[in-house]
C-alpha cells in the first residue's frame, strides 16, 4: 500500500482553496495529516496499551510477579470474543458480498451526487444499521465504501468516507438493539448475582426505549452525519482510494462449472438448503422458547444467522467457500491483537496493588466519590468513556462496572435505566478513536487506522460535550 505521507499535491493549495474547505474540514485534515506521521500501527497501541497498564500497576505498589501472572492469566481470556469477533467480520464479509447483497450496494451507491454527499450517506447508513446490529455496519459501510469508490463520476475522500462507515460503531450502536448491557439488564437468567441484588431486572423500556433515549439517540445520529458533511475534504484536499494504491475494483471471474461428478454437491443447492432448513428449524424453536429480543441480541445467534444467510445467499457450497476464504484476512488484526486486550482488561481489574485493590477500584473511587444525582450522569459518562479506551467490551466491561456504578445510583436515588444508558453513551465515545474496534472495517478497506482517526477524532470533539451535554440535561426529565 502506498504511504499515504507521499501522497501530496506537487504545490501547497492555494489559501482560497483551503478557505473553501470550511474550518471543520481543514480540522480533520490537520489531524489525518498529524495521524498519518504519528499514529502507530493498531498493533503497537496496543502493545503501549499493555505497558502503560503494567507502569500503573506498579505505581500502585502491585508486585512485578503480581503483573506478569495478570498478564497472563488474561491473555486468553477474550478467545471466546476474539472468535467471535473474527467470525463476525468473516460472516459480514460473506453475506455482503453474495450477489443478492452485491447488487444491492451497488444499487444504493448510486443515490449521492457529491463527494461530501456520499461521505454523509456512508454515515447514514452506518449508523442506522448499527442500531440493529453493529457489526452488520462495520461490514456493510466498508463494502458500500469501496462501491462508491468505483464510481468514476464521484471524487470522495476515501479516508473520510471509511470514518463515516466507522460511525455507527462510534457513535449509535449501543443505544439500539446491539446494546450488551441494556439487554443483560433486561434478561434475568443472563444478569449475575452481584448486579441483580443490586438493580434487579431492568426491563428495555427503562433503557434503550425510553423517549429520553431516543431522543438522544437521534440527536448524536443528526450531529454526527452533519460534521461526516462539513468534515470531508473536497478539491485538491481529496485523497481517493487509487492515491492510496487500492484497488477497489471487484474482479469479474468466470464462474467455476462443474467438472466432475464428485463436484455435484459443491455445486448444487441442495446441501445449503438443508443447512438452512435446520437453520430455521433452531430459530423458530429460539423465539418459541426465549424473548425476542434476547434471541437477537446474543452475538453467537447473530453470527449463526450471518453465516446460515451467507450459505443461503451464495447458493452454493463452491461460491460460499471462496466468499470465506476472501474474508479471512480481514480477521487477521483481531487474533492477533484480542488476546493483548484480555491481558489489559486483566490487569486492570485482577492485580491488586500494596492496598488490595486494583487500577478499576481506583478509578471508580474516584469518580464515584465526587458524584451527586446532578453530576452522577456527567461523572460516570466520563468515567465509563475513560475506562472504555483500555477494556473492549462484549458485555464484560459492564459486568465489571455495574456493580460499583449501580450501587452509586442507587445510594443516590438516580433513575437505574437512565444510568445504563448513561453507560451506553459513553462507551461509544472512546470507540471513535480506538483502534481495537477499526479492524473488521480497515481490513476490508486496505487502510490503516491512522488513515481515517483523524476524521475520527473531528467527531469525538463534538460527540463529548454534546453526549455529556444530553446525558445530564435528560436526567432532569426522569
Request: aromatic share 12%; hydrophobic share 55%.
Amino acid at each position: 500500500m502506498t504511504d499515504a505521507t507521499n501522497i501530496r499535491p506537487d504545490a501547497a493549495p492555494a489559501a482560497e482553496d483551503g478557505e473553501r474547505q470550511g474550518w471543520l474540514a481543514r480540522l480533520a485534515i490537520g489531524f489525518t495529516e498529524w495521524a498519518e506521521k504519528w499514529f502507530p500501527d493498531a498493533f503497537v497501541f496496543v502493545v503501549l496499551a499493555v505497558i502503560a497498564v503494567a507502569l500503573g500497576n506498579l505505581a500502585t505498589g502491585a508486585t512485578p510477579l503480581a503483573i506478569a501472572k495478570g498478564f497472563g492469566d488474561g491473555f486468553w481470556t477474550l478467545i471466546p470474543f476474539t472468535m467471535q469477533m473474527a467470525m463476525v467480520a468473516i460472516t459480514g464479509y460473506v453475506v455482503a458480498s453474495s450477489p443478492p447483497a452485491t447488487r444491492l450496494i451497488e444499487w444504493i451507491a448510486r443515490f449521492p451526487k457529491t463527494g461530501r454527499g456520499a461521505v454523509a450517506f456512508v454515515a447514514f447508513v452506518s449508523m442506522a444499521a448499527s442500531y440493529f446490529n453493529w457489526a452488520l455496519s462495520l461490514v456493510f459501510g466498508a463494502l458500500l465504501v469501496r462501491a462508491l469508490a468505483r464510481r468514476a463520476d464521484l471524487r470522495m475522500d476515501y479516508r473520510a468516507a471509511g470514518a463515516a462507515a466507522y460511525l455507527g460503531l462510534g457513535a449509535t450502536w449501543a443505544l439500539g438493539l446491539s446494546s450488551s448491557s441494556a439487554m443483560l439488564q433486561a434478561n434475568p437468567a443472563s444478569l449475575p448475582k452481584s448486579i441483580s441484588d443490586i438493580t434487579g431486572v431492568i426491563p428495555l423500556s427503562e433503557t434503550i426505549f425510553l423517549w429520553q433515549s431516543i431522543v438522544m439517540g437521534a440527536l448524536i445520529f443528526a450531529a454526527s452525519v452533519i460534521i461526516a458533511y462539513f468534515s470531508a475534504p473536497s478539491d485538491r484536499y481529496v485523497r481517493t482510494a487509487a492515491d492510496f494504491g487500492i484497488d477497489v475494483t471487484e474482479k469479474q471471474e468466470v464462474a467455476p462449472r462443474m467438472t466432475r461428478p464428485g463436484e455435484w454437491f459443491e455445486f448444487s443447492p441442495v446441501l445449503p438448503l438443508l443447512l438452512v432448513l435446520l437453520a430455521v428449524g433452531f430459530m423458530i424453536n429460539e423465539f418459541a422458547t426465549k424473548d425476542a429480543l434476547l434471541v437477537i441480541s446474543n452475538l453467537n445467534t447473530y453470527n449463526f444467522v450471518f453465516l446460515m444467510l451467507g450459505v443461503l445467499l451464495h447458493w452454493n457450497i463452491r461460491s460460499f467457500l471462496t466468499a470465506v476464504a476472501r474474508a479471512v484476512p480481514t480477521a487477521g488484526g483481531v487474533l492477533i491483537q484480542f488476546p493483548l486486550y484480555g491481558a489489559i482488561a486483566t490487569m486492570l481489574t485482577a492485580v491488586n496493588g500494596s492496598d488490595g485493590v486494583s487500577i478499576s477500584h481506583h478509578l471508580a473511587s474516584i469518580f464515584v466519590g465526587i458524584a451527586n444525582i446532578h453530576t452522577f450522569p456527567v461523572v460516570i459518562g466520563i468515567y465509563s468513556a475513560v475506562l472504555g479506551f483500555l477494556v473492549p467490551s462484549g458485555g464484560g466491561k459492564w459486568i465489571i462496572e455495574a456493580p460499583y456504578v449501580m450501587q452509586a445510583a442507587v445510594d443516590l436515588k438516580a433513575h437505574l435505566g437512565w444510568a445504563v444508558q448513561v453507560y451506553n453513551a459513553a462507551e461509544a465515545l472512546p470507540n471513535l478513536i480506538n483502534p481495537f474496534w477499526m479492524l473488521p472495517l480497515l481490513g476490508v478497506l486496505g487502510l490503516k487506522a491512522r488513515d481515517i482517526v483523524g476524521f475520527c477524532f473531528t467527531q469525538l470533539l463534538a460527540h463529548v460535550p454534546l453526549v455529556l451535554f444530553l446525558l445530564w440535561i435528560l436526567a432532569y426529565t426522569l
